[in-house]
């Protein structure tokens, strides 16, 4: 596969106002924000004419990150703006969440979907095929609940359906979202997953986990649902 050579990339990270940990209960209000502004200069092999003027240089994205908290009950939200090639606005993720002690925790919202290497297997740009296939990086609306022990840590989670912003009764899913789910006449509904991992070593820390994906599919012209299954799908 040829590639945009990425010559030059800015990241420029704008912190506001911080504390030491947002997510603990605490008496007063804590408000975490920050964010990223990114251009880049892309030179592709294979574009004659931008070849001929030397490649473009470029906004990419603005990211901007929030999280607040008081009592144990905090909100967690990320908002990016891609450029118009890129897919645009988006949000990325943004739940409620609130933590009962160091190691449970329940997340409701916009949330990441507990299944395989996380928070991403990729190692280049152009990420990888799970995470095309909607099985990487993936965030859908529901509820999750986590228990991140010392020695085993496990997740649980329903989502109902993956990013709604077309709410008509035969709407199809929009394609301004960040995460890779399934579109056209299908959409996601009722997925339940699970996460298992043991973890062991000090020095070298090393983790072994399994996990499972089951839900559902609608499909809008026929009005009937089906069934998606993906046992096992990462280690």
């Not at 990223?36 to 003027?53: D, I, T, V």
């Not at 645009?88 to 925790?105: P, S, T, V």
């Not at 959409?187 to 973890?199: D, F, M």
């Amino acid at each position: 596969m040829k590639k945009p050579l990425r010559i030059l990339s800015f990241l420029f990270f704008l912190w506001g106002c911080f504390f030491s940990n947002p997510v603990q209960a605490q008496e007063s209000p804590e408000v975490k924000i920050g964010g990223a502004l990114r251009f880049n200069y892309n030179l592709s092999s294979w574009k004659p004419e931008q070849k001929s003027r030397g490649g473009d240089f470029g906004y990419d994205m603005f990211r901007i990150n929030a999280i607040a908290a008081y009592r144990g009950i905090y909100v967690n939200a990320e908002f990016r703006h891609y450029s118009e090639a890129f897919g645009g606005g988006m949000l990325k993720q943004g739940w409620f969440g609130y933590r009962f002690n160091e190691a449970e925790e329940l997340q409701v919202g916009l949330t990441q979907v507990p299944l395989g290497i996380q928070q991403y297997n990729s190692h280049n740009w152009f990420f990888n095929l799970g995470y095309y296939m909607g099985l990487e990086d993936d965030h859908d609306m529901g509820i999750k609940y986590m228990n991140l022990g010392k020695k085993w840590e496990y997740q649980i989670a329903y989502f109902k359906n993956a990013e709604e912003l077309n709410f008509g009764d035969a709407s199809a899913v929009s394609p301004s979202r960040y995460s890779y789910d399934v579109a056209g006449n299908n959409k996601e509904v009722h997925q339940g997953n699970i996460k298992l991992l043991y973890k062991w070593g000090d020095s070298l820390k090393s983790r072994l986990g399994v996990s499972a994906q089951y839900g559902g599919l609608y499909n809008i012209q026929y009005q009937k649902k089906g069934r998606s299954l993906c046992p096992g799908c990462a280690l």
